[in-house]
Structure formats: structure tokens, C-alpha cells
């Protein structure tokens, strides 16, 4: 079984990190959607995950006393894709030193 959730909480414990999966459901009574979650802790063998990327997670036999489930890929991380950005734009500067942004 797989889901797909968001680190909420990374750094605090070793090779272990908080992930929160949401799921909608529809109300008996009014027909709303609500939106219900359960937070999971999921083995992350490298410490490779920061506080809000985009996993999926898979079940496994138990690991700790709470931990049930192992980090199976990385779907986005948004600390990646900013140090990517910023590596393309140092590049871009230091080939056309004409867009700088510095101003005097």
C-alpha cells in the first residue's frame, strides 16, 4: 500500500521524518467533501527529506515501535528546486556579466 503525503516534520530524530497524508471524504449527512489526515513516521535511510516535499511512502514490516513505513520516492522537493534556481542564475551571471542586478 502506498501513499502520497508531505513532510511536515524532518530534522528533529534520526533517519526519521513526520509525513502527513490527506484524503477526501464526503459527508453522510450534507454531502461536503472534508478533508481528513493521519500523520505517519517514515524510515529515511539518507536524512535526504526537508520540511515540505512531496513523497510517497510504502508500508513495511515494522522498523521501530512506530515506524511502518519507508520513504519509496521524492516527487518534489521545493529546497531542491530553489538551490537548482540559484544555480542557473549564478551560472547565467558568470557567463554574461551584463545581467547583473546590482545597482549603485
Known amino acids: 500500500m ?3 503525503g508531505i513532510v511536515t516534520k ?3 530524530m534520526n533517519k526519521t521524518v513526520t509525513v502527513t497524508v490527506s484524503r477526501w471524504v464526503i ?3 450534507t454531502g461536503k467533501r472534508i478533508e481528513r489526515s493521519k500523520k505517519y513516521l517514515i524510515h529515511d535511510e539518507k536524512n535526504q527529506l526537508r520540511k515540505d516535499d512531496s513523497v510517497v ?3 513495511c514490516p515494522p522498523i ?3 515506524k511502518r513505513f ?3 520516492r521524492i516527487l518534489r ?3 531542491t528546486e530553489r538551490e537548482i534556481a540559484r544555480a542557473k542564475t ?3 551571471t558568470a557567463t554574461d556579466p551584463s545581467k547583473t542586478t546590482m545597482t549603485s
Open 57 to 59: 511512502i510504502r508500508n
Open 10 to 12: 524532518a530534522g528533529f
Open 77 to 79: 522537493s521545493p529546497s
Open 90 to 92: 549564478v551560472l547565467a
Open 2 to 4: 502506498a501513499f502520497n
Open 27 to 29: 459527508h453522510k449527512l
Open 64 to 66: 521501530s515501535a512506530l
Open 70 to 72: 519507508k520513504l519509496e
